[in-house]
Structures are given as structure tokens and as C-alpha cells.
Nanobody, 125 residues
Framework: QVQLVESGGGLVEAGGSLRLSCVASGRTFSILVMGWFRQVPGKEREFVAANPWAGSSTRYADSVKGRVTISGDFAKNTLYLQMNSLKPEDTAVYFC??????????????????WGQGTQVTVSS
């Protein structure tokens, strides 16, 4: 099993920045891809970004491209999501996720094997 714990959420004004962190523990050697998703009440979980656990080839949702950077410090088993120029529509619970496969659709929540508990991001206008 892999355990994921997110942190770094909070309340920020529009145009501001936040950096989310996700610490992985347990069978981290089995992780091949990690990603960030977000969800607002009543809506489906939405892909934000994904990155190979050890490598490049990051992928971003069009809605955040240019404003968000996913990165990892694999020595610390930590994944980050740097979010800049935040907008009220970025308000959501942000989830970290990990998968043990490399292929498939990185943007699909069902492709991920492990999930964190989420951290709330609220952007005020």
C-alpha cells in the first residue's frame, strides 16, 4: 500500500499563489506516475497535472497550463504543485494520487491506485 498526505491548501486572493505538497509513504517503490486532481461539490474529479515518479514528460490540464507546475523531490518522496495566478474557479479540494502503471490515460481518476485525503484551496475574488 501507498499512503499519500497532502498539505499546503488555504485561502488566497485571486492572483495569488499556493504550493501544495504531497508526501508518499509505504510501498513508494511501486509508484510510476503521480498526479494532482481537484473536485468541487457536485462535480466529477478533474485532472490537474501528472508527472512520472522519476522522469520528465509532465502533463497539464488546459485549464491550468501556464499557471501551474508539478514537480517532485523523489529523495523526500514528495510531490509538489505550484499554483500561480490563481482564479476563483480554481477553488476546489485538491487530491494527490499515485498509480503503479505507466501507460493508459494519466488524466483519468480511475487509472490511479492510491489517493490522499485532499486539501482545500479557496480563491477569493
Amino acid at each position: 500500500q501507498v499512503q499519500l498526505v497532502e498539505s499546503g491548501g488555504g485561502l488566497v486572493e485571486a492572483g495569488g499563489s499556493l504550493r501544495l505538497s504531497c508526501v508518499a509513504s509505504g510501498r513508494t517503490f511501486s509508484i510510476l506516475v503521480m498526479g494532482w486532481f481537484r473536485q468541487v461539490p457536485g462535480k466529477e474529479r478533474e485532472f490537474v497535472a501528472a508527472n512520472p515518479w522519476a522522469g520528465s514528460s509532465t502533463r497539464y490540464a488546459d485549464s491550468v497550463k501556464g499557471r501551474v507546475t508539478i514537480s517532485g523531490d523523489f529523495a523526500k518522496n514528495t510531490l509538489y504543485l505550484q499554483m500561480n495566478s490563481l482564479k476563483p474557479e480554481d477553488t476546489a479540494v485538491y487530491f494527490c494520487a499515485a498509480r503503479e502503471k505507466f501507460g493508459g490515460n494519466w488524466a483519468a481518476p480511475y487509472e490511479y491506485d492510491f489517493w490522499g485525503q485532499g486539501t482545500q484551496v479557496t480563491v477569493s475574488s
